[in-house]
């Protein structure tokens, strides 16, 4: 049943620019974007994707709220972690094969 509050959505790797951009998405007032992970962390130097899911999974964990969405707006290593945790979690996403594969033909 929707109470009326706002859907908390995650994003994995979230930045000004792109915050903005949700921001004026349909519907906007009705979700509370926050970011998921630096996206330094995500774009700069080795990727550990296990560190990263241990990171995320900890700031998951800790928010005091409901957890309505897990996204993300970069391929690899964003579209092998969002699927995961939405799985995770219990939310609707692709999974990471799917999305893994996508990123890996872009990359040919």
Known sequence: MDTGEPKNVFV???DAKNRETLEHVPDAA???FHGLLEPEELQEGEVDIEALLDKARAQLDGFDGDIDAIVGYWDFP??????????????????ASTSTGAAWSRAR
Do not use: D, K, N, Q
Request: net charge positive; no cysteine; charged share 10%.
């Open 78 to 95: 964003v579209s092998m972690i969002v699927p995961i945790l939405t799985s995770e979690y219990g939310l609707p996403g692709t999974s």
């Open 12 to 14: 994995v790797g979230l």
């Open 30 to 32: 009705r979700l509370r």
